[in-house]
């Protein structure tokens, strides 16, 4: 079931980010779980706004769904005393597993984009009757928004559905949640104040 390619996942890697997290099987599923629904959002706004930069984002926030799958798998392993714990925790890797094959789902959802090749307009004009959108937003040091809340964030008209801060990700960010520079949002909104905010990001 592990489908991470040793050359972007060394086991020793791995291991250490275990060993640091010190993140048990059921952090482990609720933190993919909740990647996996950054990446539908992500991936179905980068057809509609057929965005190749966020097509880039949404490889990387799959690259670590895998890494999440390849730590749960390992957790799983070393939890099994017994026989009996081995078969009950079957159904918590293939849990992981039927989340990752979601995750390829997206790859495939937004392959074309990644391949330039045009998006057909069937796609787009049933895509455009989705009155929300998501997109990435980069906290410069010089934001305005370093030392607000979430809260007062969302004044903006938008919903901030993630939160990336270092190598950890929140999903619906707590309403007092300060944002720090560096931070990595994921707004989702009205197409059209989703742009604006995005574009006064980038």
Same mark, same amino acid.
């Given at each position: 079931? @592990?489908?991470?390619h040793?050359?972007?996942?060394q086991?020793?890697?791995i291991?250490?980010?275990m060993?640091k997290?010190?993140?048990n099987?059921?952090?482990? #599923? %609720?933190?993919?779980?909740?990647?996996?629904?950054? +990446?539908? +959002?992500l991936g179905?706004?980068a057809l509609?706004?057929?965005?190749?930069?966020l097509v880039?984002? @949404?490889?990387e926030?799959e690259? &670590? #769904?895998?890494?999440?799958?390849y730590e $749960?798998?390992?957790?799983?392993?070393?939890?099994?005393k017994t026989?009996? &714990?081995?078969l009950?925790l079957?159904? %918590?890797i293939?849990?992981?597993? +039927?989340m990752e094959d979601i995750?390829?789902a @997206?790859?495939?959802?937004i392959?074309?984009l990644?391949?330039?090749?045009? #998006?057909?307009?069937? @796609?787009?004009?049933g895509l455009?009757?989705?009155m929300?959108?998501?997109d990435?937003l980069?906290?410069?040091?010089r934001? !305005?928004?370093v030392?607000?809340? $979430?809260?007062?964030f +969302?004044?903006?008209?938008?919903? %901030?559905i993630?939160?990336k801060?270092?190598? !950890?990700?929140l999903?619906l960010?707590?309403v007092?949640?300060? #944002?720090?520079a560096k931070?990595v949002l994921?707004?989702?909104?009205?197409?059209k104040?989703?742009?604006e905010?995005?574009n006064?990001?980038?």
């Amino acid at each position: 079931m @592990i489908r991470i390619h040793r050359s972007e996942y060394q086991s020793e890697d791995i291991l250490a980010d275990m060993l640091k997290k010190e993140k048990n099987i059921v952090d482990l #599923i %609720v933190e993919m779980k909740n990647m996996v629904n950054l +990446a539908i +959002a992500l991936g179905f706004s980068a057809l509609l706004m057929q965005d190749k930069k966020l097509v880039k984002k @949404i490889h990387e926030l799959e690259e &670590e #769904i895998d890494l999440r799958q390849y730590e $749960i798998e390992a957790e799983c392993m070393l939890a099994s005393k017994t026989p009996k &714990e081995a078969l009950e925790l079957t159904s %918590v890797i293939r849990l992981s597993s +039927a989340m990752e094959d979601i995750s390829n789902a @997206i790859k495939e959802l937004i392959d074309s984009l990644s391949r330039g090749i045009p #998006i057909h307009p069937t @796609i787009l004009k049933g895509l455009k009757h989705s009155m929300e959108i998501a997109d990435y937003l980069k906290i410069g040091k010089r934001s !305005k928004s370093v030392g607000k809340t $979430i809260s007062e964030f +969302a004044q903006e008209k938008v919903t %901030v559905i993630g939160l990336k801060r270092g190598d !950890k990700w929140l999903y619906l960010p707590h309403v007092d949640e300060l #944002i720090k520079a560096k931070d990595v949002l994921i707004v989702s909104g009205d197409q059209k104040r989703v742009r604006e905010i995005s574009n006064k990001g980038k």
